[in-house]
């Protein structure tokens, strides 16, 4: 059984259930902090456990423990554990502070990293789900908003039907090949290339399904109203945690598993990317709405991630690896801008709502500033390396076309982020937003300074994704 292999998701999934029986015995309201506390601690304590748990595959080849299921957890753990720190102040004053959102977010966690190191078709779907029900209700949790509500259905139906294509794609690969595990699959492939129609059908289901959680066109359709209706802590969640989680189940079905139909399934995978770069670098730059336009900005950044995957080469996965984490660092930051935007007490989120910051606030305009410059793509921020090394990657498998119209989309995009640029430092100044929290300043200023100095941990960062990458080939 080798049960030690899960000892992170276990030890998360225990305090999980500590943070609900803690809670359930406070006095309501004042549960949220001690509990944000427990969760945050947690977080850090798993994330050690995860560096040093050994590798190997354990519970009769359900579960796999690797360097390339390592760099992914690790991503995730960070990503829970500064959405809960964006949650400290944000909820407080939007009426969210309930315990269950930590707990939701810790067992969404969980969900997350089993689907990372799954080895069996049936563990992928048990740690989607479990992950994604959380993701429903957290989307939801503002009662009194009727955006958040709305988000919440919006999400839960459309999850709801993505799950189940992703289910009858598992339940046709099964059938057609006789087997569940990916080692299983990976044999019967490479011993027989000329599979049935049955087995294909299948696989693009369950491309489907993961094309929606990573909101990959022409998946993306939730993305936007989810993005704006949802809290932005969750949001700052949703679009990290479980597109990495997906992201990684991408990787290691398609290299794995699947790794020997790579001149049938390339071409599928380009065409998502074009797809995904043009559409959200387009759609973008008629948004009024911050939080809108990062979720078609996500989008986007999700196709230039799905470049690398589309070379099929270590150097593609290690691209797209290294991409995934500046992309962390640069929408959390970005995020924790958001969440501190509010006058008076009351959120705003118009992109107009951020005139004259540079003048009213000029340490955030700059932070905010740093993130855009990012995403666009621009030397030597954190973002410039993620693109260059997909774009790298693609040349090296003779993807041109890909790489043309990707560098011609990057230029597009980067016109809606230099407007907040703009807007910030340009335009005349409004009313200031209300003063920041500590937390929310400590997230900003974190992630602006690691997407700022990024270059300094280029090489060890490459070393690790290469190595990582490598596991995957193996």
């Given at each position: 059984?080798?049960?030690?292999?899960?000892?992170?998701?276990?030890?998360?999934?225990?305090?999980?259930?500590?943070?609900?029986?803690?809670?359930?015995?406070?006095?309501?309201?004042?549960?949220?902090?001690?509990?944000?506390?427990?969760?945050?601690?947690?977080?850090?304590?798993?994330?050690?456990?995860?560096?040093?748990?050994?590798?190997?595959?354990?519970?009769?080849?359900?579960?796999?423990?690797?360097?390339?299921?390592?760099?992914?957890?690790?991503?995730?753990?960070?990503?829970?554990?500064?959405?809960?720190?964006?949650?400290?102040?944000?909820?407080?004053?939007?009426?969210?502070?309930?315990?269950?959102?930590?707990?939701?977010?810790?067992?969404?966690?969980?969900?997350?990293?089993?689907?990372?190191?799954?080895?069996?078709?049936m563990t992928l779907y048990m740690g989607l789900e479990l992950s994604s029900l959380a993701l429903y209700v957290l989307c939801a949790i503002d009662r009194k908003n009727v955006f958040s509500a709305e988000s919440g259905v919006k999400y839960f139906?459309?999850?709801?039907?993505?799950?189940?294509?992703?289910?009858?794609?598992?339940?046709?690969?099964?059938?057609?090949?006789?087997?569940?595990?990916?080692?299983?699959?990976?044999?019967?492939?490479?011993?027989?290339?000329?599979?049935?129609?049955?087995?294909?059908?299948?696989?693009?289901?369950?491309?489907?399904?993961?094309?929606?959680?990573?909101?990959?066109?022409?998946?993306?359709?939730?993305?936007p109203d989810v993005y704006q209706g949802a809290p932005t802590p969750v949001t700052t969640f949703l679009s990290t945690a479980p597109k990495f989680a997906a992201f990684a189940l991408f990787l290691r079905l398609m290299i794995g598993p699947f790794?020997?139909?790579?001149?049938?399934?390339?071409?599928?995978?380009?065409?998502?990317?074009?797809?995904?770069?043009?559409?959200?670098?387009?759609?973008?730059?008629?948004?009024?709405?911050?939080?809108?336009?990062?979720?078609?900005?996500?989008?986007?950044?999700?196709?230039f991630a799905l470049v690398g995957l589309a070379a099929a080469t270590p150097d593609g996965v290690m691209g797209t690896l290294i991409y995934l984490t500046t992309y962390l660092f640069m929408n959390v930051g970005t995020f924790a801008v958001i969440?501190?935007?509010?006058?008076?007490?009351?959120?705003?989120?118009?992109?107009?709502?951020?005139?004259?910051?540079?003048?009213?606030?000029?340490?955030?305009?700059?932070?905010?500033?740093?993130?855009?410059?990012?995403?666009?793509?621009?030397?030597?921020?954190?973002?410039?390396?993620?693109?260059?090394?997909?774009?790298?990657?693609?040349?090296?498998?003779?993807?041109?076309?890909?790489?043309?119209?990707?560098?011609?989309?990057?230029?597009?995009?980067?016109?809606?982020?230099?407007?907040?640029?703009?807007?910030?430092?340009?335009?005349?100044?409004?009313?200031?937003?209300?003063?920041?929290?500590?937390?929310?300043?400590?997230?900003?200023?974190?992630?602006?300074?690691?997407?700022?100095?990024?270059?300094?941990?280029?090489?060890?960062?490459?070393?690790?994704?290469?190595?990582?990458?490598?596991?995957?080939?193996?």
């Amino acid at each position: 059984m080798n049960w030690t292999l899960a000892i992170p998701e276990i030890a998360l999934s225990i305090s999980g259930l500590i943070i609900l029986l803690w809670g359930a015995i406070q006095k309501k309201g004042n549960a949220f902090f001690p509990c944000a506390i427990l969760s945050i601690a947690a977080f850090v304590a798993v994330g050690f456990l995860t560096l040093t748990v050994s590798n190997g595959v354990g519970y009769n080849g359900l579960f796999i423990n690797d360097e390339f299921s390592r760099y992914m957890k690790l991503l995730i753990i960070i990503a829970g554990f500064l959405s809960i720190i964006l949650s400290i102040d944000f909820n407080g004053k939007n009426d969210t502070n309930c315990f269950e959102y930590i707990a939701l977010i810790v067992f969404s966690t969980v969900g997350a990293m089993v689907m990372v190191s799954s080895n069996d078709l049936m563990t992928l779907y048990m740690g989607l789900e479990l992950s994604s029900l959380a993701l429903y209700v957290l989307c939801a949790i503002d009662r009194k908003n009727v955006f958040s509500a709305e988000s919440g259905v919006k999400y839960f139906v459309l999850g709801s039907v993505a799950s189940g294509i992703l289910l009858y794609g598992i339940s046709m690969i099964y059938g057609f090949s006789g087997g569940m595990g990916y080692s299983t699959i990976h044999q019967i492939i490479a011993s027989n290339h000329a599979l049935s129609a049955g087995f294909a059908v299948g696989l693009v289901f369950v491309l489907v399904g993961l094309c929606f959680k990573i909101s990959a066109v022409p998946f993306h359709m939730w993305t936007p109203d989810v993005y704006q209706g949802a809290p932005t802590p969750v949001t700052t969640f949703l679009s990290t945690a479980p597109k990495f989680a997906a992201f990684a189940l991408f990787l290691r079905l398609m290299i794995g598993p699947f790794g020997h139909l790579s001149p049938q399934w390339q071409l599928l995978i380009e065409v998502i990317a074009i797809l995904s770069i043009i559409i959200g670098s387009v759609g973008a730059i008629a948004q009024t709405n911050i939080k809108r336009m990062m979720a078609y900005s996500s989008i986007s950044h999700m196709g230039f991630a799905l470049v690398g995957l589309a070379a099929a080469t270590p150097d593609g996965v290690m691209g797209t690896l290294i991409y995934l984490t500046t992309y962390l660092f640069m929408n959390v930051g970005t995020f924790a801008v958001i969440a501190a935007m509010s006058r008076k007490g009351h959120v705003v989120e118009n992109i107009n709502d951020l005139a004259g910051l540079g003048k009213t606030d000029p340490g955030i305009a700059t932070a905010m500033a740093i993130f855009m410059f990012s995403m666009a793509g621009v030397p030597p921020l954190a973002g410039f390396f993620g693109k260059f090394l997909v774009f790298k990657a693609a040349l090296g498998a003779d993807l041109y076309s890909l790489t043309i119209i990707g560098l011609l989309a990057s230029a597009v995009g980067a016109f809606f982020y230099l407007r907040i640029v703009k807007i910030m430092f340009f335009d005349k100044a409004v009313e200031a937003l209300d003063q920041r929290s500590l937390s929310l300043s400590f997230v900003t200023f974190s992630m602006g300074t690691l997407t700022l100095v990024f270059m300094l941990f280029l090489s060890p960062m490459v070393q690790m994704g290469q190595i990582a990458a490598q596991s995957l080939f193996h």
